[in-house]
């Protein structure tokens, strides 16, 4: 954000990144981050189980009631935190799959077929194995404990052994975490459920229509939402389900979309309001304000993201990771069919499940439909997508009982274990090959969706570098930003270090908070009159205090540009067709600030300093990102 002092001195983000996160990028970062702390609470419930197995069992074992009048629900702190606590994750799960469809990745349909197939087969096959295993057995039940990735553990191993894998697989990866986790909820409700109460789920299903009603007519409060998702967790699990499946649901009901700029420009006007005369009523008013301009998906991601990430998935692992690890238990495990039939499916059954379900797809359909990456990184994400532990620990513990359950959860450590292992040597084997055979098992050749809602046209855009350049970079920008002044020196520096990159400059003056940029723009739309555009944008961006009609003057003076043709084109602003154009192309993007960059049509959601912004240009071009 912008102050009075300045950009901050390390901002160097695009505005999307500065102002609104995007989604995908700030979830792969909180899961990769807690990924450490949900290990250290593994192996802290491990060692607790292990020193003093009797305090373990009984602090999770203590009950706790709720009651209200003669009502109440008793259960004791495993499953509180299992059936309780744990439906926050299934919200942050169900905000991420809604933010995936309205605008991430599958937002056009026809791209959740890959993923979607390619999770089926990430757990039909693990199903199979461990069917197999454990064939005529009263464990053969317990079947879905060896079919849903973890998402943390998956995008935190991902960033160990893969650190330089493309933004695509981490997509892909995630997309199958999510449909894996929406799937096992669906089978926890109608497999592990001894009795329905079909009068208490309508009741449930009765108060989802609610919040569907109620957000339809706009309500925003979230204690509007609290209180009927509360109402839906008490029916459901008077119902026999899981309540976790409220969770679901209720992120599944949350839209997700793009701040416009309308938006934004009302926001700016409230909080100028509160600036000119600070008062608790126009404090309040400002914040609505500001709050409206975000979606709720996006709003709820970054409230109970983190909470769920680092406090509530960790206390689930403390409370449900502790096994007794002994000589025996050892041995009684590496015979067990249900430890061997886990391990065996998630180490074996999810990349061979996953490959092979791409493949068949991209076969069946003749290349029309494939992996967003190469076919290496979709073998090196499915032995990534063996890592299942949250959802298949919940699995567990609905399945089994007694020396069961701790040998489902051998099962379940070990097979973390080996994947991870699998995963590491996968992603390093691509290294001994030819750089071109190499970039092409890692990158692959699938078409990427084009944010960019105008195509470049060099007859009319603004365009600098080689017309034929491989690599076209656009921003959107305003010359009275200080973002776009420091973006600029950066993107100077990039097409001087390569020459496959043209860049093309599109305007987005901001004038609710920036009361020169529009002037400046059609100071530079003059300049383009006589043919040096470049050259004053140059001088605009580098001279962002001095934007003033007198200045522009001697700026075009300095310039040696025809004077009186440079005013004359100003003051019957010439250019102003010519900006309100590129502003319309803005808002058919989805561009709400500046700068905002596309790299070949794709937006940048990253920093853009000069190593960012080069290895975005080499991941564009298959042939250079091996190296």
Request: charged content about 20%.
């Amino acid at each position: 954000m912008e102050h009075a002092t300045g950009p901050a001195p390390l901002s160097a983000r695009t505005a999307w990144a500065r102002n609104l996160e995007p989604p995908l990028r700030a979830f792969l970062q909180t899961e990769t981050g807690s990924a450490a702390i949900l290990l250290l609470a593994t192996i802290g419930a491990l060692l607790w189980a292990n020193v003093d197995a009797s305090s373990y069992r009984s602090v999770w074992g203590t009950e706790l009631s709720i009651r209200v009048g003669g009502h109440g629900i008793a259960q004791d702190l495993r499953h509180w935190l299992n059936a309780g606590l744990m439906t926050f994750f299934f919200f942050v799960v169900g905000l991420e799959a809604r933010r995936e469809f309205d605008v991430g990745e599958l937002r056009e349909r026809r791209r959740l077929a890959m993923p979607l197939v390619a999770a089926l087969g990430g757990m039909m096959v693990p199903i199979a194995i461990y069917l197999v295993a454990n064939a005529g057995r009263p464990s053969e039940h317990g079947w879905a404990a060896a079919m849903s990735t973890d998402t943390a553990f998956a995008l935190g191993m991902l960033a160990l052994v893969a650190p330089r894998a493309p933004e695509r697989l981490r997509a892909f990866l995630l997309t199958i975490a999510v449909v894996d986790d929406l799937v096992a909820i669906a089978i926890i409700a109608l497999v592990y459920t001894d009795h329905v109460d079909v009068g208490a789920l309508l009741v449930a299903l009765g108060i989802l229509g609610v919040v569907l009603l109620v957000r339809a007519a706009g309500v925003r409060r979230g204690l509007v939402y609290a209180g009927l998702g509360t109402g839906a967790w008490v029916a459901v699990f008077e119902s026999g389900v899981d309540p976790v499946v409220v969770g679901v649901a209720m992120g599944l009901l949350t839209y997700a979309y793009p701040a416009n700029r309308g938006d934004l420009e009302r926001a700016t006007y409230l909080v100028r309001l509160f600036r000119e005369q600070p008062t608790p009523e126009l404090a309040r008013v400002a914040r609505i304000g500001l709050a409206s301009a975000i979606s709720p998906n996006d709003r709820l991601q970054l409230l109970y993201h983190p909470w769920t990430s680092y406090l509530i998935v960790p206390l689930f692992a403390l409370a449900n990771a502790g096994i007794p690890v002994s000589g025996a238990s050892l041995s009684r495990g590496i015979g067990s069919p249900v430890t061997l039939g886990i391990l065996l499916g998630y180490t074996v059954g999810k990349p061979v499940g996953i490959t092979g379900a791409s493949w068949l797809l991209t076969t069946l359909s003749r290349g029309r439909l494939r992996p967003p990456v190469g076919w290496a990184t979709v073998v090196g994400g499915g032995a990534t997508a063996g890592i299942g532990f949250t959802v298949s620990l919940l699995v567990a513990t609905l399945a089994f009982r007694g020396a069961q359950l701790e040998e489902a959860k051998m099962g379940v450590l070990a097979a973390a274990l080996c994947a991870s292992a699998a995963a590491w040597v996968v992603f390093r084997a691509p290294a001994l090959l030819p750089r071109r055979l190499r970039s092409r098992l890692l990158a692959g050749a699938a078409d990427h969706i084009v944010d960019l809602a105008s195509p470049v046209d060099p007859r009319r855009d603004h365009v600098r570098g080689p017309e034929d350049a491989p690599v076209t970079l656009v921003e959107y920008g305003d010359f009275e930003c200080p973002y776009c002044g420091r973006a600029e020196s950066i993107v100077r520096e990039l097409l001087a270090e390569r020459g496959d990159v043209r860049f093309v400059w599109r305007h987005l003056p901001l004038s609710d908070v920036h009361p020169h940029a529009q002037l400046a723009a059609e100071a530079s739309e003059a300049a383009a009159d006589q043919g040096a555009f470049w050259e004053m944008h140059d001088l605009l961006l580098g001279r962002q205090d001095h934007l003033l009609a007198p200045d522009l003057r001697r700026h075009a003076e300095e310039l040696g540009l025809d004077v009186d043709r440079f005013e004359d084109h100003l003051r019957r602003r010439a250019g102003a067709k010519r900006i309100a154009e590129d502003v319309e192309t803005a808002d058919l993007s989805g561009v709400s600030g500046t700068p905002t960059l596309f790299i070949n049509g794709r937006r940048h959601h990253g920093a853009y300093d000069i190593g960012t912004l080069s290895s975005a240009v080499r991941a564009t071009i298959p042939a250079l990102t091996g190296h």
